[in-house]
């Protein structure tokens, strides 16, 4: 297993707020993709994978029509 920091922002939809909830947490997993997938189960979910040239792995997510990006880098 990998130890990752990760970031996971929501933005908010409210017009004229540019505010956004931010998350931090490091987490043991194999496979950060089986993660999002697990913890979105249920929820109306796509997302978009990209990976950076340092190894950070980002999750562009739309859940529930709610704008979220998660963010792993291994430590």
């Not at 505010?19 to 913890?39: H, T």
């Not at 978009?48 to 980002?58: F, N």
Request: with cysteine.
């Amino acid at each position: 297993m990998k130890c990752y920091e990760t970031v996971w922002e929501i933005f908010n939809q409210c017009a004229n707020n540019q505010m956004r909830d931010v998350f931090f947490d490091e987490i043991e997993i194999d496979d950060p993709e089986q993660f999002i997938r697990n913890k979105f189960k249920g929820k109306s979910m796509t997302y978009e994978k990209e990976v950076l040239a340092d190894g950070t792995i980002l999750f562009h997510i739309d859940a529930a029509w709610i704008r979220q990006r998660y963010t792993f880098t291994e430590i």
